[in-house]
T-cell receptor, first 113, second 117 residues
Framework: AQSVTQLGSHVSVSEGALVLLRCNYSSSVPPYLFWYVQYPNQGLQLLLKYTTGATLVKGINGFEAEFKKSETSFHLTKPSAHMSDAAEYFCAVMYSSASKIIFGSGTRLSIRP | GAVVSQHPSWVICKSGTSVKIECRSLDFQATTMFWYRQFPKQSLMLMATSNEGSKATYEQGVEKDKFLINHASLTLSTLTVTSAHPEDSSFYIC?????????????FGQGTRLTVV
């Protein structure tokens, strides 16, 4: 079955430290990959997406993610965490432009002062 | 990016009543709309997919007679929770995308917090 796995339901880092949120997908065919951020009681905001082309994708707020086909991964990183980055992050996949979006279980990012 | 407006942002209703949630694409034609449900501290679970002018396709375990979805135009889809009960209390989010092989992104509404008392 097609799925997406986020390792770690909760990640806590210090302000200024590296942020690494992990995402793996299960598919023999590379899907379209997304990272979304959700603040409390709000909808989803797209951080970045991978469709084709360059495997290192840069998004908003200093985030980036690298598509690694050999590892079926799409981990999200940010070199230096800011307090405003505290939120819930969802990795998602879409297997064709006509298909639905499947979400991972989410990772709550906390930032320590 | 494209804008999807969801209304209301929150609603409280009495048990046994019905509630309608609207999802509008403001600046593009949404041929496909998705409805998700999110319980506290959990991920988004897809409830159904609707294509304009067609009946919605419901995910396994979702009661189609309880969660009525209408997608009568290219800019509006509605979700009606019929005979709501406290266990239907949740955060409902819609998403919309336009047609085309090159379309690789769906846009999300801001969500509706439903509380059934």
């Amino acid at each position: 079955a097609q799925s997406v796995t986020q390792l770690g339901s909760h990640v806590s880092v210090s302000e200024g430290a590296l942020v690494l949120l992990r995402c793996n997908y299960s598919s023999s065919v590379p899907p379209y990959l997304f990272w979304y951020v959700q603040y409390p009681n709000q909808g989803l905001q797209l951080l970045l997406k991978y469709t084709t082309g360059a495997t290192l994708v840069k998004g908003i707020n200093g985030f980036e993610a690298e598509f690694k086909k050999s590892e079926t991964s799409f981990h999200l990183t940010k070199p230096s965490a800011h307090m405003s980055d505290a939120a819930e992050y969802f990795c998602a996949v879409m297997y064709s432009s006509a298909s639905k979006i499947i979400f991972g279980s989410g990772t709550r990012l906390s930032i320590r002062p | 990016g494209a804008v999807v407006s969801q209304h209301p942002s929150w609603v409280i209703c009495k048990s046994g009543t019905s509630v309608k949630i609207e999802c509008r694409s403001l600046d593009f034609q949404a041929t496909t709309m998705f409805w998700y449900r999110q319980f506290p501290k959990q991920s988004l679970m897809l409830m159904a997919t609707s294509n304009e002018g067609s009946k919605a396709t419901y995910e396994q375990g979702v009661e189609k007679d309880k969660f009525l979805i209408n997608h009568a135009s290219l800019t509006l889809s509605t979700l009606t929770v019929t005979s709501a009960h406290p266990e239907d209390s949740s955060f409902y989010i819609c998403s919309a995308k336009s047609a085309g092989a090159l379309v690789t992104e769906a846009f999300f509404g801001q969500g509706t917090r439903l509380t059934v008392v």
